[in-house]
């Protein structure tokens, strides 16, 4: 469903790219705020396994073990003996936990179900470092087993001491962001909240120590990503902009540091789109733009680092979605272009990975999305198809993934718009259909997700619309109806535009109708 001021290609366009650049963050993202990860690479248990193994072969020294305990207790000496068979026991089993938790970190990349088994094995054997549950925790929230990853980091928590808190402040950042996807948002706001009161306290403390001021800017990002899920846009803006002072002092004191000055891009990326919900979209540009140099920057310091190229397409994608709606159609499509060019060379360089291929699907949509407002139908279908394809394999790739099942309903949709405007109903219904269907499982599974909210209310929009030009009067004015009380107490409490223009959309709708 469009907003008046918008393409008729909108549905959910504000939110189609907002992760791209924001949460492609390093795995040990949250660890690495708060601890210096790198100073840690070899782990209390690697370190006694390397110590065990260090004078001998490891089978030669067991077997040499084992002969004597056995003799210890062949002579009467049992309590001997038997201490001697555990100590061997307990270095076999870091040996084996090392073994598998190199496996981990190498598979992690390729083969996550390799990855993930490893891991599992890492955790049965040794849990001292908590990377391990992290790591098997990222898979498990990939694979859309949301519960599990739950429960995995918060027995993780468990066994840190109360007196390490940096990385106790680490695991409730992941343990909030998980709780977020499933939809409490309340507790996972009291883990943000909690983290920030100690970052802060810690900080504090230790001034001069960049690690903690980087976490504490962590903790206000995740507060304002939460309260702008939750509607509060003020208090979103503040969160962000203080995350944002930390970060740009970080910046100015460590200008070659490439995670100070990527962190420093995301808080102009989010307060750019934070900008652009409230409707300031000239401020929403000027984020952005800032963004875009920081981005640059990092490419152009590392040319073979994917991650960087990755980000400043997506940068120009975001800047290209504002000049959009601002009706400057030629500099748009340019952005997308070269957004689209550095996806195809990260693409056709790894076709396996799926989230490069996801970068060329949105790639291909924003083109689509040109092309359509252009009124050129064929090169739009042309685009938009592509993409679908793409979606539809990932997917059906990951049923259980709610991403990729929110990122095929956007497609669907795209699809659905345009077979309305050509006018092929029948199709468009099918489309805008199996969208919808899909935004209604995802609302249901997360409630309190308001950009959920969003996608599902321009798919009630969208098929209202074709129902409406089926003739399906009665049927269209339901579907608009039940669109209307969605959006209507959201427009009444929150500053964000959106809201207001989807109200202002249905209304006009309902009344087309009944008049």
């Given amino acids: 469903m469009g907003t008046p001021s918008q393409s008729p290609n909108q549905d959910s366009q504000q939110s189609e790219t907002q992760t791209e650049a924001a949460d492609s963050k390093p795995l040990d993202v949250s660890l690495d705020a708060f601890v210096d990860v790198q100073a840690q690479a ?23 073990e084992e002969r004597l305990a056995l003799s210890m207790i062949a002579e009467g000496n049992l309590a001997g003996g038997l201490e001697r068979l555990v100590g061997l026991a307990e270095a076999a089993t870091l040996t084996a936990a090392a073994h598998w938790r190199r496996i981990g970190r190498l598979a992690f990349p390729a083969d996550p179900i390799l990855a993930k088994q490893a891991y599992e094995k890492v955790l049965t054997f040794d849990r001292s470092d908590v990377r391990d549950a992290i790591h098997l925790g990222h898979i498990l929230k990939r694979e859309g087993d949301l519960a599990q990853a739950l429960k995995v980091q918060e027995d993780a928590l468990t066994l840190v001491p109360e007196d390490d808190a940096r990385t106790r402040c680490a695991l409730l950042i992941e343990i909030g962001d998980l709780l977020r996807m499933m939809g409490d948002l309340d507790r996972a706001l009291t883990c943000y909240r909690t983290v920030r ?41 503040e969160s962000y902009s203080r995350a944002l002072a930390i970060r740009e ?42 963004a875009l140099s920081a981005f640059q920057g990092l490419a ?21 979605e504002l000049e959009m709606a601002q009706g400057d159609l030629a500099s748009a499509e340019n952005r997308f272009a070269m957004a689209l060019a550095v996806a195809e060379r990260l693409a056709a360089d790894a076709p396996d990975n799926p989230t490069l291929q996801r970068d060329l699907s949105g790639s291909h949509i924003k083109i689509g999305d040109i092309k359509m407002t252009r009124g050129d139908l064929a090169a739009a279908e042309e685009s938009y198809a592509t993409a679908l394809a793409i979606r539809t394999r990932q997917a059906e790739a990951q049923p259980q993934e709610g991403t990729r099942q929110r990122d095929l309903s956007l497609c669907l949709a795209r699809m659905g718009q345009l077979l309305l405007v050509r006018g092929d109903l029948v199709n468009a219904l099918k489309q805008c259909a199996a ?6 499982r995802l609302v249901a599974q997360e409630p309190g997700n308001l950009s959920l909210k969003g996608d599902l209310a321009a798919g009630l929009g969208s098929l209202g619309k074709v129902m409406k030009a089926m003739g399906r009067r009665e049927e269209a004015l339901g579907i608009l109806k039940k669109g209307r009380s969605l959006v209507a107490p959201l427009a009444r409490d929150s500053e964000a535009t959106l809201w207001r223009d989807y109200l202002t959309s249905f209304d006009a709708e309902i009344s087309s109708l009944e008049t």
């Fill in 435 to 440: 969208a919808l269907e899909i935004r209604e």
């Fill in 300 to 320: 152009q310091a590392d040319e073979t680092n994917a991650g960087w190229q990755r980000d400043v397409a997506a940068s120009q994608m975001k800047i290209g």
């Fill in 249 to 290: 002092r970080l910046a100015a004191k460590g200008s070659a540091d490439a995670a100070w000055q990527r962190d420093l891009a995301v808080s102009h990326h989010k307060l750019g789109e934070l900008r652009r919900v409230q409707g300031d979209l000239a401020g929403a540009l000027q984020n952005h733009n800032a």
């Fill in 42 to 64: 070899t782990t209390s248990a690697g370190a006694t396994v390397a110590a065990q193994t260090s004078a001998s072969s490891p089978n030669e020294t067991d077997e040499g």
């Fill in 197 to 237: 009161e100690t970052a802060g306290s810690l900080a504090e403390a230790e001034p001069d120590d960049p690690s903690l001021q980087r976490g504490l800017s962590l903790s206000h990002e995740k507060i304002g990503d939460l309260l702008q899920a939750k509607g509060d846009l003020p208090g979103a803006r």
